[in-house]
Structures are given as structure tokens and as C-alpha cells.
């Protein structure tokens, strides 16, 4: 079974061209983004165990679900067919999978916004709100301290100055750029934070780093 408007939803952006009401599509791209990350983090805690950030996490993918689930039922929307399952691949590594949950996050504030600019009614107003705030204030500082957490007691840092950091930073502020402007997806961030695990930053510097270039992500977020 696929979705008939696969393209829509995997692009998670509303296309005005299309039959498909926008009302339908605004929610089966929420919902559609909520069941991968579920599935994502299932698939995370059956690899490694019972780890946080993914088991609180997972559950609360699960609140969004049943939050989302009354709306499609309310404006007689079907509920997309659940392909991540057999879909989504878990990284090799438990790190891999925190950079993975930052990227995911991230996207998905960006999602939600996109989607309220098409927002009239109240009720689906709410909940989109909701479900950024709780991606914004809760999944991503999660998944930002388990990054932040393993290189600050995984790696030492020999030989580093202000202005090598700073260079970097610039560097992947490029990549976030890129997400504001619309050209960003999961598969660039992903690799900017690969790019990070080999880069000549380390412990505290490359926290600092990651702190920097996430703050002022989430800053522009704000304004």
C-alpha cells in the first residue's frame, strides 16, 4: 500500500496546485512526520536498549499521534498509510542516532512552521502549536545535550585556538543558512554533525560549538 500523495508528504510542504484540500494535506504531512519519528525511535530503542533521550521521547511521538488523530476524524481526513516501518534505517552508532534526533527536530519545528502559515481553523491551530512547542522546548534540548554529553566526556582536545573553532562554526552556520532559506533537509544536517564528529573540535570546544551554532538556529526561530 503507498500514499497517493507520497510526494507531498515527504516533502512536507503544502502544495496549492494540488486537488488534495490544503486542510487534508496540513494534516497528513503532520501526521506523517509524527509516525517517522515514532518509528524512528522505536526502531533506535530496539537496537541499544531502553536509552534515553528515545524511550520519554518515544512516548511523547505517541501523545502526537493520538493529539493529531481526533482532527483527521473531526474534518473527515484519512489518517496516511504508515510506511516508515519497513522504510527507515537506524544508524550505526547511538550517537549517530542523538545527531539523527537533532536533525529530526529541527526539521519538524520548520515543518510546523510552514504549515501554520495555512492554518485557519483554531482547533488544528492549537494543536500544530502544541507539537512545535514540545519538538522546540523539550525533543530537541534532549537530543542536544546527548550530543553535547558524549563529546564532552568522549574527546579530548589537543592543540585548538578561538579562531579554529570560530572557523568551524562559520562553517556549518552555512548549513543552517541553507535550512532557513528552505534548501536545508535531515540529510544535510545529519552529515554537518558527521562532519563535526572528525573535525578537529572536541570535549568542551566542540560543545561549545554545538551550542552556538543550535542557539542561534533556534534565536533566528524567534525573531
Not at 486542510?23 to 534515553?52: C, H, N, P, T, W
Not at 504508515?82 to 544508524?91: A, D, E, I, K, R
Amino acid at each position: 500500500m503507498i500514499n497517493n500523495d507520497e510526494l507531498i508528504l515527504v516533502s512536507q510542504k503544502v502544495d496549492e496546485n494540488d486537488p488534495q484540500p490544503i486542510i487534508s494535506q496540513l494534516l497528513r504531512i503532520a501526521m506523517y512526520d509524527e509516525m517517522k519519528a515514532y518509528e524512528a525511535y522505536v526502531k533506535i530503542i530496539e537496537k541499544f536498549g531502553m536509552v534515553q533521550p528515545f524511550v520519554h521521547i518515544k512516548e511523547a511521538e505517541a501523545r502526537h499521534y493520538a493529539a493529531l488523530v481526533p482532527l483527521f476524524q473531526k474534518y473527515g481526513v484519512e489518517i496516511p498509510f504508515n510506511s516508515w516501518p519497513v522504510n527507515l534505517q537506524v544508524p550505526d552508532t547511538f550517537i549517530e542516532c542523538c545527531e539523527l534526533g537533532v536533525a529530526s527536530e529541527i526539521k519538524n519545528i520548520a515543518m510546523y512552521d510552514h504549515l501554520l502559515t495555512y492554518v485557519i481553523e483554531p482547533d488544528i491551530k492549537d494543536v500544530f502549536y502544541r507539537l512545535q512547542a514540545a519538538s522546540y522546548n523539550n525533543h530537541l534540548p534532549a537530543f542536544r545535550n546527548c550530543v553535547i554529553d558524549h563529546y564532552n566526556v568522549a574527546n579530548t582536545m589537543q592543540g585548538f585556538n578561538q579562531d579554529q573553532i570560530m572557523e568551524k562554526i562559520g562553517e556549518y552556520q552555512m548549513i543552517l543558512d541553507d535550512m532557513l532559506s528552505g534548501n536545508m533537509d535531515q540529510g544535510k544536517l545529519t552529515q554537518m554533525f558527521s562532519k563535526l564528529n572528525i573535525s578537529m573540535l572536541g570535549g568542551a570546544a566542540l560543545g561549545a560549538a554545538a551550542i552556538a551554532l543550535l542557539n542561534n538556529y533556534t534565536n533566528k526561530e524567534e525573531e
